[in-house]
């Protein structure tokens, strides 16, 4: 089954790290772009980072300096580097991929939490 496994969440205190990892199983088609999405309850999702097949990398401006997204083509898997984290990164974390072809595929998210 095609399915996307994400990893890494936590509570920790704000200025802390985590390593938030997505996985996608060898039925996924190839992969063009693995995005990273937060939701908080109550606001509209954010992209938060993206990274292409050919290596273009985007953050969202909250994020830039401090978050890093990344990848391991052979082990068909992507990461997101979490440092100085704040309250406000609180949120479902929720990896996406859009295949060559096909429908985009959803992770089933995880969960962060940054204390003060």
């Known amino acids: 089954q095609a399915r996307l496994v994400e990893s890494g969440g936590g509570l920790v205190q704000a200025g802390e790290s985590l390593r938030l990892s997505c996985a996608a199983s060898e039925s996924v088609p190839q992969i063009n772009v693995w995005s990273w999405y937060r939701q908080v309850a109550g606001k509209q999702s954010e992209l938060v980072a993206e990274i292409t097949n050919g290596g273009d990398i985007s953050y969202a401006d909250s994020v830039k300096g401090r978050f890093t997204i990344s990848g391991d083509n052979a082990k068909r898997t992507v990461y997101l580097q979490a440092n100085s984290l704040k309250p406000e990164d609180t949120g479902v974390y929720y990896c996406?991929?859009?295949?060559?072809?096909?429908?985009?595929?959803w992770g089933q998210g995880t969960q962060v939490t940054v204390s003060s």
């Open positions: 996406k991929v859009r295949p060559v072809w096909g429908s985009p595929y």
